[in-house]
């Protein structure tokens, strides 16, 4: 696959103004985009973009890769392996199981120092997976889980022991 500069910036600027319009709504800022590289006569298209929703929709499952996908509706399995995912945080657990179960070759990380995921499974299946060190998507989640520690926990499975 061909991947280009464009592509990148059009995916990542994606992914980071859905992680923005998630925070502005009182959600977790992650953001998500899955980007089309297939047809080269048209570039690079937007096939769906999401950010995480499980504060707004109260949802077990609406993290920021899962709401791309869903926003991307049903694809032929070929658009999925023509195709990369932008996210502004390292997938967890759940979005790298989605991202391999649909066969994404490629994976665009914002930043992955407030949280790693799953980078070396998804590494071991082939996919490449490029970390950027995105500052602004640093900032993002730093300022998020110091001024809601509880809700970041819940997001990654996590307990908060009660303070002694």
């Known amino acids: 696959m061909s991947v ?3 592509s990148d910036h059009l995916g ?25 590289h297939g047809d080269s006569a048209v570039g690079p298209q937007v096939l769906g973009s999401g950010h995480n ?16 996908l869903d926003s991307a509706g049903r694809q032929k399995p070929e658009a999925y392996r023509n195709s990369t995912i ?7 657990s759940m979005c790298t199981g989605a991202i391999l179960l649909y066969r994404i070759p490629r994976v665009v990380i914002g930043e992955s120092r407030n ?18 060190d995105n500052n602004e998507c640093y900032e993002l ?4 889980i110091e001024t809601h520690p509880e809700e970041w926990n819940e997001d990654i499975g996590e307990t908060v022991a009660p303070p002694s």
Not at 12 to 36: D, F, N
Not at 115 to 132: A, M, N, W
Not at 141 to 144: L, N, T
Request: charged residues 25%.
């Open 12 to 36: 990542m600027s994606t992914a980071i103004l859905e992680a923005k319009q998630s925070r502005k709504k009182g959600g977790i800022p992650i953001g998500s985009a899955i980007v089309y």
């Open 86 to 92: 932008y996210t502004t945080l390292s997938p967890c």
């Open 53 to 68: 929703q499980r504060i707004q929709k109260s949802s077990a499952i609406l993290h920021g890769e899962i709401a791309a």
């Open 115 to 132: 949280f790693r995921g799953d980078e070396d499974l998804l590494r071991s299946r082939g996919v490449e997976v490029v970390v950027l």
């Open 4 to 6: 280009n500069v464009l």
């Open 141 to 144: 989640m730093k300022e998020f």
